[in-house]
Nanobody, 122 residues
Framework: QVQLVESGGGLVQAGGSLRLSCTASGRTLNNYNVGWFRQAPGKEREFVGCISRNGYYTDYASSVKGRSTISRDNAKNTVYLEMNSLEPVDTAVYYC???????????????WGQGTQVTVSS
């Protein structure tokens, strides 16, 4: 399996931006579709967005569409999630996941990172 590590989280003011990174080790990330999910305290894990192996296809949850961009640099074995116009409701632990299919469903992904905390202050 591929090992994933998220980074780039932190504390940001409402209206600000963040770029999260998901870096793979063990296997090349080129072979995997990647999803981003988040989980706020007391809530279920929810889909944020996903990107296909070749980067040609992306999909986003309606809650982040228009202010988020997922991209990948296969040479660096890394996928990025950039979020703008952050709101306190975006506060959550953000996870990346790798899988054989590109999907908004968490069960479609077999490898997960440990997550990175994003906190948006009002």
């Amino acid at each position: 399996q591929v090992q994933l590590v998220e980074s780039g989280g932190g504390l940001v003011q409402a209206g600000g931006s963040l770029r999260l990174s998901c870096t793979a080790s063990g296997r090349t990330l080129n072979n995997y579709n990647v999803g981003w999910f988040r989980q706020a305290p007391g809530k279920e894990r929810e889909f944020v967005g996903c990107i296909s192996r070749n980067g040609y296809y992306t999909d986003y949850a309606s809650s982040v569409k228009g202010r988020s961009t997922i991209s990948r640099d296969n040479a660096k074995n890394t996928v990025y999630l950039e979020m703008n116009s952050l709101e306190p409701v975006d506060t959550a632990v953000y996870y990346c996941a790798a899988g054989a299919v590109v999907s908004p469903i968490p069960q479609a992904y077999g490898s997960w990172g440990q997550g990175t905390q994003v906190t948006v202050s009002s």
